[in-house]
């Protein structure tokens, strides 16, 4: 049996409101799990919305990134996760 | 997931922001709020004393960056954020002063001042947002626009050189000069750091998309094209001499530090020259070994 | 009573020139900043400064140009300092915009005109009296300033004092108007002990920060002041704002905000307004004169009493607000059968006079060109002029 491997999860949190849909967040987010939402928010633009949620590392490059403060991504502990090598 | 209530923690910029005032104007895909998401960051990092944190910005899009910080902000005049900066300065030295603000304002119509406050290295930490353009007004013509670019002053194309920015900060005596897109997030922030620890004249420059006008007119796509045409383009040229730094319409864009120097800044200047002088004047009163002044 | 710092009071009795008074009272009235510009006839008043103030903590900073100058003291006001600067016509002009930029966020400070021979460079080492309307309407869009005239080296001591009280009290930028007569000229001034001099202190709050509202008036209109790096987080901008000082650009903003701007000045005209009445108890022919042209005009006014004339002098020494109240209350009696005018220019404060006579009494204007002041007997030709006119 390996040894675990420690990963870094995290999850982002979207002020969707504030948000006008530049993509910024979207495109320049390293494990690219962002994605323009169907919705729309209050002034007519596509919010991003996290589709991998475990694959968020919660690094806020998308809080960095985001001209309107409508997005910032916070890390969570260290997760431990048994992975099988083969 | 567990069933009890999550916290969702702030947004650690938030608090550097006048919340109430949210959302603010600028356009989708504008960098400028990304540049006020590096200068929060870079304050949380250098852990300066917020109370002593003081704005000042001109007129423009950049200019309205004061009204959205949460610290002691000053949105002054047309060109004039330089000297206004500069009697706050030195009018209470303990204030870590920033001039926040946009390329005509500070080039164009506050081009002599900036390049005085450079000369005489006041104490300011002057963040230069280049989006090319006029913005705020529609698109005019920017002692920055590249050659051939069309702005609604030059429809037919500009055909003015433009001025090279870190090239005019290091003449005029800026002791430390960077330039950075809105692309590199994580250096603008790091030069903003080093900035704010710098005592003297400090210039950064910051090239960010103006999707609406500049990028619209000129057919280079919207904020995210620039941001990756930033990521593709962008040269790292640490130490470059400044004067080969031009930007063109097209083409790569240097980035980096270029300058980073010492040498006194104003208010140091001032102490000690004056300081020098009236002591002078006072050993001439009294002449070592005692006695008295007499006149004539 | 707050009086002033005895580091700046150069106590004595002294043979000064308008200028170097200035300059004496601004020290006296606690001013520890100034930025300027060279620009003759005032660079003497910045020249002392910058040797003097240093010896008193303080700095002068000779800007690149007016521009800077007249922003660079606002930056040092909401640093908490008293600034001021100088200029003279041409850098006038080029400070109107900082002058609305100073009225509109309600930045106690004083600009000294030492008025010369205008327009544009005009006559620079000469005097003139043609800015006084421009001191009232220079900037643009609707605002009130307070602007005093002195007519003598005391008085540019005394009055520059009076100034930076004033703009302390009401939050406003207040313009001296001297002119190069009265700067350049050498007479005996008294300067008093500290202790003596009154002082109007600024006005910081006492609120904490969140219940502080920089632009919120207290009873008298005037809001409480507070400085950068005390942790207001203030904001201050020259956009139409609400009380927060946040941007209000819009019609309810400018109702909010602008006439209160204005009742500032207007409504504590009363207070504020400060001349001086020679001859006036039974006169029947009022000179109205400020300045250097006072001086003239009272000289005028002797000889025309000497020779049984009943002339009488109003002097305002606050020019703006324009003591409307007292030219009024002439105009109304029925022992004043005109009024004349004499001014070193073309005609500008007695535009302010013919508006508050109206017709029921003549208003002689008495212009003349920049560069030299009247001869007391062409004021006395046009006093014994109107005298038979009026039929006095």
Redesign the interface.
């Known amino acids: 049996m390996d040894a675990p491997i420690k990963r870094v999860r995290g999850t982002v949190y979207i002020l969707a409101d504030r948000c006008k849909g530049c993509g910024f967040c979207i495109e320049f987010c390293p494990p690219k799990v962002l994605a323009f939402a169907k919705g729309f928010n209050n002034h007519g633009y596509h919010p991003p919305e996290l589709v991998t949620a475990d694959g968020c590392t919660g690094c806020d490059l998308c809080g960095l990134y985001c001209p309107d403060f409508a997005i910032y991504g916070v890390m969570e502990r260290g997760v431990m996760i048994k992975e099988q090598r083969t | 997931m567990s069933a009890e209530l999550k916290v969702?923690?702030p947004?650690?910029?938030?608090g550097f922001?006048?919340s109430d005032?949210?959302?603010?104007i600028?356009?989708?895909?504008?960098?400028?709020?990304?540049t006020?998401?590096?200068f929060a960051?870079a304050l949380l990092q250098s852990k300066l004393d917020l109370?002593?944190v003081?704005v000042?910005s001109g007129i423009g899009c950049t200019g309205r960056v004061?009204?959205y910080l949460?610290?002691?902000?000053?949105?002054?005049?047309h060109?004039?954020a330089i000297?206004?900066?500069?009697?706050?300065?030195?009018?209470?030295p303990?204030?870590q002063v920033v001039v926040y603000s946009g390329d005509g304002d500070l080039i164009a119509i506050g081009g002599?001042?900036f390049i005085?406050a450079a000369r005489r290295n006041v104490d300011l930490k002057v963040v230069c947002i280049n989006n090319f353009t006029y913005g705020m007004t529609g698109g005019q013509l920017a002692p920055t626009t590249p050659v051939s670019a069309i702005s609604t002053t030059t429809p037919y194309g500009g055909y003015e050189q433009p001025f090279n920015l870190p090239y005019l900060a290091e003449s005029s005596g800026a002791i430390y000069v960077a330039r950075w897109t809105t692309f590199h997030?994580?250096q603008i922030?790091h030069s903003m750091t080093e900035a704010f620890k710098k005592k003297g004249f400090s210039f950064i420059e910051i090239i960010t998309p103006c999707p609406t006008l500049y990028e619209r007119r000129n057919r280079l796509g919207?904020?995210?094209d620039m941001?990756?045409y930033f990521k593709e383009n962008s040269v790292v040229r640490h130490g470059a001499p400044t004067r080969e730094v031009d930007i063109g319409l097209h083409g790569p864009i240097t980035v980096g530090k270029f300058v980073d120097r010492e040498r006194p800044d104003f208010q140091e200047l001032?102490t000690r020259q004056?300081g020098r002088t009236?002591e002078a004047l006072a050993a001439e009163r009294e002449p070592s070994g005692g006695g008295e002044y007499v006149a004539g | 009573m707050t009086t002033a710092d005895p580091a700046g009071v150069l106590a004595g009795t002294h043979f000064l020139d308008g200028d170097q008074a200035c300059c004496e009272g601004a020290l006296a009235a606690g001013s520890r900043f100034s930025a300027g510009y060279p620009i003759t006839p005032s660079t003497e008043i910045v020249e002392r400064f910058a040797q003097r103030v240093p010896l008193c903590g303080g700095l002068f900073l000779q800007m690149e140009d007016e521009l800077a100058s007249s922003i660079a003291i606002q930056g040092a006001v909401w640093a908490g300092k008293k600034a001021f600067t100088v200029t003279s016509g041409p850098g006038f002009s080029l400070m109107m915009e900082h002058i609305g930029y100073a009225a509109m966020t309600e930045a106690p400070l004083v600009i000294v005109n030492v008025q010369r021979g205008g327009p544009s460079t005009g006559l620079p080492t000469l005097p003139g009296q043609g800015d006084m309307m421009q001191a009232r309407w220079g900037s643009h869009g609707d605002y009130a300033i307070i602007a005093l005239s002195p007519e003598s080296p005391q008085e540019c001591f005394d009055l520059t004092v009076e100034a930076f009280n004033l703009s302390e009290q009401y939050r406003v930028p207040v313009l001296f108007m001297m002119d190069e007569c009265v700067g350049h000229m050498t007479e005996k001034v008294v300067i008093p002990p500290a202790d003596q001099i009154r002082i109007v202190p600024r006005r910081f709050t006492t609120l904490p920060p969140g219940e502080y509202k920089p632009f919120r008036p207290g009873p008298d209109g005037v809001p409480d002041m507070a400085k950068a790096g005390d942790g207001y987080h203030l904001h201050v901008t020259g956009l139409t704002h609400n009380e927060q000082g946040y941007p209000a650009p819009t019609v309810e903003g400018q109702k909010n905000s602008i006439p209160r701007l204005l009742a500032k000045i207007r409504d504590n005209a009363e207070k504020i307004a400060r001349w001086q009445e020679k001859y006036m108890d039974d006169a029947e022919i009022v000179v109205v004169a400020y300045g250097i042209t006072a001086r003239v005009a009272l000289r005028a006014v002797e000889m025309a009493r000497a020779q049984g004339v009943r002339a009488g002098l109003l002097r305002p020494v606050v020019i703006w607000p324009f003591p409307e109240a007292r030219i009024r209350e002439l105009a109304a009696r029925d022992s004043v059968k005109a009024f004349i005018v004499p001014e070193m220019n073309y005609g500008q404060m007695v535009l302010e006079v013919e508006r508050l006579v109206g017709r029921a009494k003549p208003t002689v204007l008495m212009p003349h060109a920049g560069g030299t002041v009247h001869r007391p007997e062409d004021i006395l030709k046009v006093i014994l002029e109107q005298k038979k006119e009026v039929g006095a």
């Open positions: 969702i923690p947004n650690p910029v938030e922001l006048r005032r949210m959302p603010h600028w356009c989708p895909g504008c960098g400028i709020g990304t006020v998401n590096c960051r109370t002593n003081a000042v004061s009204g949460n610290l002691d902000s000053f949105h002054t005049t060109g004039r000297p206004f900066a500069t009697g706050l300065k030195l009018a209470n303990d204030l002599n001042h005085h997030v994580r922030t919207d904020g995210l941001m990756k001032m004056i009236l």
